[in-house]
């Protein structure tokens, strides 16, 4: 019998311990193994790595994560009364595989916990899913510490990560995802897989570092894209007006007229505008 198989099943786990989702931390939790072992296996062979896992609950994904064989996985949780189903997991599983951590995600020093080989691999709260990700997407130097990002977002949130020009979706986030990661969207799930059920759609994005150009800062970036978005109906010429430098110059040095629209420009325009920027500034 392997360990999952002596583990009670989550309604249980819930039931027991009074688990009851709260809407204030975020929390719909995913019961179905089936549905969190395909989401272990989306982030690849786990064989010989360490998974930090961000928001376990009950600790469904954090069962399909160890039964896929995960070297070591490091949940980070808040909610203390999800402990005791955390620790008979890690019962289940002796050598210190799994290791909890109880802590407010948005205050983890996240490098410091890998060991090896990471990936972070996690149903994120939703309430702070996106700044999350954005602060891992920020990190210096880059490439970042970790092989690659498999969590679950709203659908709407996914599709702004992985949105290209001319899409709807694409804005800041999808700059700052396209230009650090290859992104993807790997599956959907209905809002009846969650207990309680939330009120939109759910999406596992997989995103994996690519190398960048150590010559554009991060905050040159979200400070031209905030500008360019902020006002995304209008020309570039007025939109970038906030960014304090010559704009003729910048534009001459982009290659752009200065009468096109934020949401048309690729992400290597973007990259582009903001080392001008910093360029003009120095």
Known sequence: ??????????????????????K???????LDLNLTARIARSAGDLSQVTVI????????????LLAA???KVVAIERDDRTMPALAQIAEAYP???????????????????????????AN??????????TGWLSQEPWPA???????MFQREVAERIVARPEDKAYGRLGVLAGWRSEARIVMNLDRNAFTP?????????????????????????EEVTRHAFGQRRKMIRQSLKGLGVPLDALFAMTGLKGDERAETLPVPTYIALARAVARLRD
């Open 1 to 22: 019998m392997s360990p999952i198989d002596s583990l009670p099943p989550l309604r249980e786990v819930i039931a027991e311990h009074g688990l009851r989702a709260k």
């Open 24 to 30: 204030e931390l975020g929390q719909n939790f995913l």
């Open 53 to 64: 896992e961000v928001g376990p609950g009950p600790g469904g994904l954090t069962r399909a």
């Open 69 to 71: 064989g995960a070297r």
């Open 95 to 121: 050598g210190g595989q799994l290791e909890v951590i109880a802590a407010d995600a948005l205050e983890v020093d996240y490098a410091a916990l890998a060991d090896g080989r990471t990936k972070i691999v």
């Open 124 to 133: 994120l709260p939703y309430n702070i899913a996106t700044p999350l990700l």
């Open 145 to 151: 510490w970790f092989e690659s990002l498999t969590l």
């Open 197 to 221: 059920p939330p009120k939109v759609t759910s999406s596992v994005v997989h995103l994996v570092p690519r190398p960048v150009d150590g010559d554009v800062p991060v905050r040159a970036v």
